[in-house]
């Protein structure tokens, strides 16, 4: 398996494990918060996807699925049209609910989509290219990839724990 193929598989292990998360669980489920600091499976999965949705959009210079594709508008959140999640207070986590598990998994299915489109379009060669300077050492291509996937998953960890928990209730 060559580079591209490790990624996709790796961004597909993303896609398999928030479908999973979700399975079965109505807006109650997806929306409760084990305590006032707890996050929600629904802030875990919007978050994962809204990092994916911007970081891959960035190195591939298309619009986010957030906003071109309406998902903003759909979830309706008290939010900035920007917000990844990034420094979010327990207020914040608060106001990200979700009416039903249908539109978080379309919502990532969207960016899923997007982000192996845009894997199948580049080369090895393009793995090594700088993406941001800011960090240092400098960020290449692979490692945003990577870091987005490895991001991701610890996510998609948090929320299938929360469901074992919140199921057990």
């Known amino acids: 398996m060559d580079s591209m193929g490790v990624l996709i598989d790796g961004f597909g292990r993303v896609r398999e494990a928030v479908h ?5 669980l109505g807006a109650t489920e997806l929306n409760r918060r084990i305590d006032e600091q707890a996050n929600s499976i629904a802030w875990l999965l ?3 996807t809204r990092v994916q949705d911007d970081h891959v959009s960035e190195v591939a210079g298309r619009d986010q699925s957030w906003t071109a594709e309406g998902f903003y508008d759909r979830f309706g959140l008290p939010l900035p049209q920007d917000d990844t999640g990034f420094g979010h207070t327990s207020e914040d986590v608060a106001s990200v609910r ?21 894997l199948e379009s580049i080369t090895e060669a393009d793995l090594d290219v700088v993406v941001d300077e800011s960090w240092s050492p400098p960020v290449t291509l692979g490692v945003r990839l990577v870091s987005v996937i490895a991001d991701d998953l610890q996510h998609a960890g948090q929320a299938a724990f929360v469901r074992g928990i919140v199921l057990r209730r």
């Open 20 to 24: 999973d998360a979700v399975r079965g």
């Open 46 to 48: 919007w978050h994962l």
């Open 98 to 118: 979700v009416n039903s598990a249908k539109l978080l998994t379309g919502y990532h299915d969207a960016v899923h989509a997007h982000t192996i489109s845009y």
